[in-house]
């Protein structure tokens, strides 16, 4: 399958800060990028739909302003969490849509805010 | 609100049986279905994707689609231990998103 990384892998970081994501599609184009997060046990939740060049689509609840992406490019989009809080810890994953409408995730990052 | 369904286990099987894992979807006009596999603290990796009704097979891994029952299922032979994960069904329509079911919990037993 395709692959897709993401970095950092874990960052930890203080209550306020702001904290990127990278997420790239390393073997192809991927015009459509997801992010999803997940807390411990439980499902995957879909936070926004980024697509390459135009404004990402937010799933309902999730503060646009809160949890920036950026699509600039054809093989990378990027998260940032803006003004980051204890409650924001969780682990977040990116995926990029192949040409048959399958996902193929990056391995995660594990944020932890003190 | 289109829904994928499966039940959440544990399912316990013994090593070397077959581990039967299913899933439905309500949602009659989807397109596309995939199984995730998903170890604890890791992100999911896709196994495998079947688009059409009936049987395709790779490796120890078989998916049956039936879209006229709106249901799909994995079916892993030989099961072993490192088989011993959560299992996630997906479910693609018109539109590029997959919706999730929350995922069936496989334990293999040496």
């Known amino acids: 399958g395709a692959v897709v990384s993401q970095h950092p892998s874990r960052v930890i970081c203080k209550s306020g800060t702001s904290v990127k994501i990278e997420c790239r599609s390393l073997?192809?184009?991927?015009?459509?990028m997801f992010w999803y997060r997940q807390f411990p046990k439980q499902s995957l939740m879909l936070m926004a739909t980024?697509?390459?060049?135009?404004?990402?689509?937010?799933e309902q609840g999730v503060e646009k302003d809160k949890f920036l992406i950026n699509h600039a490019s054809l093989t990378l989009s990027t998260l940032t969490v803006t003004s980051a809080h204890p409650e924001d810890s969780s682990f977040y994953i990116c995926?990029?849509?192949?040409?048959?409408?399958?996902?193929?995730f990056g391995p995660g990052t594990r944020l932890t805010v003190l | 609100q289109k829904e994928v369904e499966q039940n959440s286990g544990p399912l316990s099987v013994p090593e070397g049986a077959i581990a039967s894992l299913n899933c439905t979807y309500s949602?009659?006009?989807?397109?596309?279905f995939f199984w995730y596999r998903q170890y604890s603290g890791k992100s999911p990796e896709l196994i495998m994707s079947?688009?059409?009704?009936g049987d395709k097979e790779d490796g120890r891994f078989t998916a049956q689609l039936n879209k006229a029952s709106q249901y799909v299922s994995l079916l892993i032979r030989d099961s072993q231990p490192s088989d011993s994960a959560t299992y996630l069904c997906?479910?693609?329509?018109?539109?590029?998103?997959?919706?999730f079911g929350t995922g069936t919990l496989l334990a293999v037993q040496p």
């Open positions: 997906a479910v693609g329509g018109a539109t590029n998103k997959l919706i």
């Open positions: 079947i688009y059409s009704n």
């Open positions: 073997d192809f184009q991927a015009t459509t």
């Open positions: 995926s990029a849509r192949g040409g048959a409408g399958e996902q193929f």
């Open positions: 980024s697509n390459e060049g135009s404004k990402a689509t937010y």
């Open positions: 949602d009659r006009g989807s397109q596309s």
